[in-house]
Protein backbone atom coordinates (compact mmCIF):
# COMPACT_ATOMS: atom_id res chain seq x y z
CA UNK A 1 0.00 0.00 0.00
CA UNK A 2 0.88 3.59 -0.86
CA UNK A 3 1.61 5.42 2.14
CA UNK A 4 3.17 8.59 3.47
CA UNK A 5 4.70 8.56 7.37
CA UNK A 6 5.12 11.33 9.45
CA UNK A 7 6.00 10.52 13.03
CA UNK A 8 5.98 13.37 14.79
CA UNK A 9 3.09 15.73 15.42
CA UNK A 10 4.81 18.37 16.82
CA UNK A 11 7.90 19.71 17.35
CA UNK A 12 10.08 21.95 19.05
CA UNK A 13 13.25 23.43 18.65
CA UNK A 14 14.91 26.60 20.15
CA UNK A 15 16.01 29.31 17.53
CA UNK A 16 19.59 28.30 15.77
CA UNK A 17 19.39 24.59 16.70
CA UNK A 18 19.11 21.85 13.96
CA UNK A 19 16.13 20.98 12.81
CA UNK A 20 14.89 17.18 11.01
CA UNK A 21 11.29 16.75 10.43
CA UNK A 22 10.85 12.99 9.88
CA UNK A 23 9.33 11.10 6.45
CA UNK A 24 8.88 7.66 5.64
CA UNK A 25 6.98 6.53 2.66
CA UNK A 26 5.46 3.04 1.21
CA UNK A 27 5.65 2.49 -1.75
CA UNK A 28 7.26 -0.10 -5.06
CA UNK A 29 7.91 1.95 -7.76
CA UNK A 30 9.97 4.67 -8.05
CA UNK A 31 8.64 7.84 -6.22
CA UNK A 32 8.47 11.47 -6.48
CA UNK A 33 8.67 13.33 -3.36
CA UNK A 34 7.46 16.36 -2.45
CA UNK A 35 8.09 18.58 1.16
CA UNK A 36 4.85 21.46 1.19
CA UNK A 37 4.73 24.15 4.07
CA UNK A 38 2.08 25.89 5.17
CA UNK A 39 2.01 29.05 7.91
CA UNK A 40 -0.52 29.73 9.57
CA UNK A 41 -3.94 30.23 8.16
CA UNK A 42 -2.07 30.36 4.70
CA UNK A 43 -2.30 28.16 1.85
CA UNK A 44 0.26 25.27 1.54
CA UNK A 45 3.52 26.03 -0.69
CA UNK A 46 5.64 23.88 -2.50
CA UNK A 47 9.07 23.78 -0.53
CA UNK A 48 11.10 20.76 -2.26
CA UNK A 49 11.08 18.42 -4.49
CA UNK A 50 13.69 15.41 -4.54
CA UNK A 51 14.18 15.49 -7.96
CA UNK A 52 15.22 19.26 -7.88
CA UNK A 53 17.96 18.58 -5.36
CA UNK A 54 17.51 22.58 -4.18
CA UNK A 55 17.80 24.37 -1.00
CA UNK A 56 15.02 26.37 -0.38
CA UNK A 57 14.97 28.77 2.89
CA UNK A 58 18.21 26.94 3.80
CA UNK A 59 15.92 23.07 4.22
CA UNK A 60 17.58 20.40 2.01
CA UNK A 61 15.51 16.61 1.85
CA UNK A 62 17.33 13.92 0.92
CA UNK A 63 15.70 11.32 -0.98
CA UNK A 64 17.25 7.18 0.89
CA UNK A 65 15.90 4.54 -1.06
CA UNK A 66 17.04 2.41 0.98
CA UNK A 67 15.84 3.19 4.44
CA UNK A 68 12.43 4.73 2.20
CA UNK A 69 12.67 8.09 4.01
CA UNK A 70 12.84 12.03 2.88
CA UNK A 71 13.73 13.61 6.09
CA UNK A 72 13.90 17.33 5.84
CA UNK A 73 16.53 19.23 7.30
CA UNK A 74 17.77 22.59 8.59
CA UNK A 75 21.24 23.47 10.38
CA UNK A 76 19.94 26.54 12.33
CA UNK A 77 16.24 26.79 12.85
CA UNK A 78 15.05 29.80 12.71
CA UNK A 79 11.40 32.08 14.13
CA UNK A 80 9.85 32.20 10.92
CA UNK A 81 9.95 28.57 10.68
CA UNK A 82 7.61 27.90 12.16
CA UNK A 83 4.91 26.54 10.14
CA UNK A 84 3.24 22.60 9.41
CA UNK A 85 5.35 20.74 7.01
CA UNK A 86 3.99 18.28 4.68
CA UNK A 87 5.62 15.51 3.22
CA UNK A 88 4.08 14.49 0.02
CA UNK A 89 4.52 11.32 -2.54
CA UNK A 90 3.34 11.10 -6.16
CA UNK A 91 2.76 7.59 -6.88
CA UNK A 92 3.01 7.38 -10.83
CA UNK A 93 -0.04 9.55 -11.15
CA UNK A 94 -1.02 13.13 -10.07
CA UNK A 95 -2.45 12.06 -7.27
CA UNK A 96 -0.62 12.80 -4.15
CA UNK A 97 -0.39 10.95 -0.85
CA UNK A 98 -0.23 13.40 1.63
CA UNK A 99 1.52 12.98 5.18
CA UNK A 100 -0.15 14.06 8.37
CA UNK A 101 1.77 16.31 8.95
CA UNK A 102 4.45 18.18 11.56
CA UNK A 103 3.89 20.98 13.35
CA UNK A 104 7.68 22.86 13.61
CA UNK A 105 7.70 25.28 16.66
CA UNK A 106 10.81 27.37 16.84
CA UNK A 107 11.38 28.69 20.22
CA UNK A 108 13.08 32.00 20.90
CA UNK B 1 -0.81 34.78 -12.93
CA UNK B 2 -3.04 34.98 -9.65
CA UNK B 3 -2.33 31.43 -8.79
CA UNK B 4 -5.39 29.43 -7.68
CA UNK B 5 -8.11 31.37 -6.89
CA UNK B 6 -10.78 30.32 -4.08
CA UNK B 7 -14.12 31.44 -3.09
CA UNK B 8 -15.32 32.57 -1.01
CA UNK B 9 -12.38 32.20 1.70
CA UNK B 10 -15.09 31.50 4.51
CA UNK B 11 -18.15 30.06 4.35
CA UNK B 12 -20.61 30.07 7.36
CA UNK B 13 -24.04 27.74 6.58
CA UNK B 14 -27.04 26.11 8.74
CA UNK B 15 -27.31 22.57 8.33
CA UNK B 16 -29.10 21.32 5.77
CA UNK B 17 -28.18 24.17 3.63
CA UNK B 18 -26.52 23.91 0.12
CA UNK B 19 -22.92 24.99 -0.15
CA UNK B 20 -20.72 26.09 -2.83
CA UNK B 21 -17.46 26.43 -3.60
CA UNK B 22 -15.28 27.71 -6.00
CA UNK B 23 -12.22 27.35 -7.92
CA UNK B 24 -10.19 29.25 -10.62
CA UNK B 25 -6.90 27.49 -11.67
CA UNK B 26 -3.29 28.68 -12.82
CA UNK B 27 -4.04 29.28 -16.88
CA UNK B 28 -2.57 26.70 -18.59
CA UNK B 29 -2.85 23.83 -15.87
CA UNK B 30 -4.37 20.53 -16.84
CA UNK B 31 -4.96 18.77 -13.69
CA UNK B 32 -7.41 20.22 -11.16
CA UNK B 33 -7.67 19.09 -7.48
CA UNK B 34 -10.19 19.26 -4.33
CA UNK B 35 -8.23 18.22 -0.77
CA UNK B 36 -10.67 18.57 2.28
CA UNK B 37 -8.29 19.68 5.48
CA UNK B 38 -9.43 18.76 9.15
CA UNK B 39 -7.45 18.43 12.51
CA UNK B 40 -8.34 14.76 12.67
CA UNK B 41 -7.73 13.47 9.25
CA UNK B 42 -5.34 15.99 7.85
CA UNK B 43 -4.65 16.59 3.93
CA UNK B 44 -7.53 14.28 2.34
CA UNK B 45 -7.83 14.59 -1.62
CA UNK B 46 -11.73 14.22 -2.27
CA UNK B 47 -11.89 14.51 -6.42
CA UNK B 48 -9.33 15.15 -9.09
CA UNK B 49 -9.62 16.30 -12.79
CA UNK B 50 -7.45 16.05 -16.04
CA UNK B 51 -7.99 18.60 -19.22
CA UNK B 52 -11.52 18.89 -17.47
CA UNK B 53 -12.65 15.04 -16.77
CA UNK B 54 -13.05 13.40 -13.34
CA UNK B 55 -10.51 10.98 -13.12
CA UNK B 56 -10.50 9.90 -9.17
CA UNK B 57 -13.55 10.68 -7.33
CA UNK B 58 -13.03 7.86 -4.81
CA UNK B 59 -11.92 10.43 -2.12
CA UNK B 60 -15.54 11.97 -1.96
CA UNK B 61 -17.11 11.05 1.18
CA UNK B 62 -21.01 10.57 0.39
CA UNK B 63 -23.31 11.26 -2.52
CA UNK B 64 -24.01 14.55 -0.51
CA UNK B 65 -20.78 15.71 -2.28
CA UNK B 66 -19.97 16.53 -5.88
CA UNK B 67 -17.80 18.03 -8.29
CA UNK B 68 -17.65 20.20 -11.51
CA UNK B 69 -14.90 21.24 -14.03
CA UNK B 70 -17.57 22.41 -17.27
CA UNK B 71 -14.19 24.47 -18.49
CA UNK B 72 -10.53 24.70 -18.20
CA UNK B 73 -11.11 27.76 -16.00
CA UNK B 74 -13.61 26.58 -13.40
CA UNK B 75 -14.52 23.86 -10.95
CA UNK B 76 -16.63 23.80 -8.31
CA UNK B 77 -17.28 21.93 -5.41
CA UNK B 78 -21.31 21.08 -4.18
CA UNK B 79 -22.16 19.95 -0.81
CA UNK B 80 -25.98 19.50 -0.21
CA UNK B 81 -27.34 19.07 2.34
CA UNK B 82 -24.43 19.78 4.58
CA UNK B 83 -23.75 18.69 7.63
CA UNK B 84 -21.87 19.66 10.79
CA UNK B 85 -19.50 17.21 10.12
CA UNK B 86 -18.21 18.67 6.79
CA UNK B 87 -16.94 21.81 8.89
CA UNK B 88 -13.22 21.96 6.92
CA UNK B 89 -10.92 24.19 5.57
CA UNK B 90 -11.40 23.24 1.47
CA UNK B 91 -8.33 23.12 -0.85
CA UNK B 92 -8.46 23.83 -4.54
CA UNK B 93 -4.60 22.82 -6.42
CA UNK B 94 -3.98 22.76 -9.95
CA UNK B 95 -0.60 21.13 -11.70
CA UNK B 96 0.37 20.83 -15.37
CA UNK B 97 1.77 17.79 -17.18
CA UNK B 98 5.25 16.58 -15.72
CA UNK B 99 4.77 16.86 -11.81
CA UNK B 100 6.55 19.86 -10.77
CA UNK B 101 4.26 19.78 -7.87
CA UNK B 102 0.84 21.34 -7.01
CA UNK B 103 -0.16 25.19 -6.83
CA UNK B 104 -2.78 25.41 -4.08
CA UNK B 105 -5.12 28.31 -3.56
CA UNK B 106 -6.08 29.69 0.17
CA UNK B 107 -8.85 27.68 0.81
CA UNK B 108 -12.23 27.98 1.75
CA UNK B 109 -13.23 27.81 5.41
CA UNK B 110 -16.60 25.98 5.79
CA UNK B 111 -18.23 26.02 9.11
CA UNK B 112 -22.00 24.02 9.12
CA UNK B 113 -23.22 24.92 11.90
Known amino acids: AQRVTQPEKLLSVFKGAPVELKCNYS??????LFWYVQYSRQRLQLLLR??SRESIKGFTADLNKGETSFHLKKPFAQEEDSAMYYCALASGTYKYIFGTGTRLKVLA | DAGVIQSPRHEVTEMGQEVTLRCKPISGHDYLFWYRQTMMRGLELLIY????????DSGMPEDRFSAKMPNASFSTLKIQPSEPRDSAVYFCASSMTGNYGYTFGSGTRLTVV
Open chain 2, 49 to 56: FNNNVPID
Open chain 1, 27 to 32: YSGSPE
Open chain 1, 50 to 51: HI
